[in-house]
């Protein structure tokens, strides 16, 4: 066997293996797509139930406008405000639990709204797992060298999944 064959069965390997990678690095950045797009869908959910809570009939207008305000702002806020408007309406669903009676009086919305809340905390898990698994992926370097990440942007956490829920 020569040595041009070799390098051609070598550089073919390379190659081989560098595709492989890139593969793998596409699959975890699809996987952090996909568990932020069922993560977002819980929040929503999230939010879109904590507007009902608060139009219930026994609840007072200030804890009206406060459970409003921070669903609506929840919903609506960009991505860059969206951590601290989910943060407060974690806050506006704990201190509605914590100081009124509203959860003796509905049980069921609260109780879809524990069921809400262990999804949310199982899917931010799996959020972060696949922000992690990707970051460190993309750490090593043989997919720094051959920028093997393309234009995909660096995948995040925000700081509200670390909030207690």
Request: glycine fraction near 2%; charged fraction near 25%.
């Amino acid at each position: 066997m020569n040595y041009f064959a070799l390098s051609l069965i070598l550089a073919l390997l390379f190659i081989w293996y560098l595709t492989f990678s890139a593969n793998r690095l596409d699959r975890l950045h699809h996987r952090v797509e996909t568990s932020w797009a069922n993560l977002d869908s819980i929040l929503q959910r999230r939010a879109a139930l904590a507007q009902e809570i608060a139009h219930f009939r026994e609840i007072d207008p200030a804890t009206n406008l406060i459970l409003t305000a921070a669903a609506h702002q929840a919903r609506e806020a960009e991505i860059s405000d969206r951590s601290e408007a989910e943060s407060g309406l974690s806050e506006a669903l704990k201190l509605l639990r914590d100081e009124s009676d509203i959860p003796h009086i509905y049980p069921e919305a609260f109780k879809e709204l524990d069921v809400i809340t262990d999804r949310l905390r199982t899917s931010i898990s799996i959020h972060q797992e696949a922000v992690r698994a990707t970051l460190n992926r993309r750490a090593k370097l043989i997919y720094r060298v051959f920028r093997l990440a393309g234009r995909a942007p660096l995948p995040v956490t925000y700081p509200f999944e670390d909030d207690v829920l």
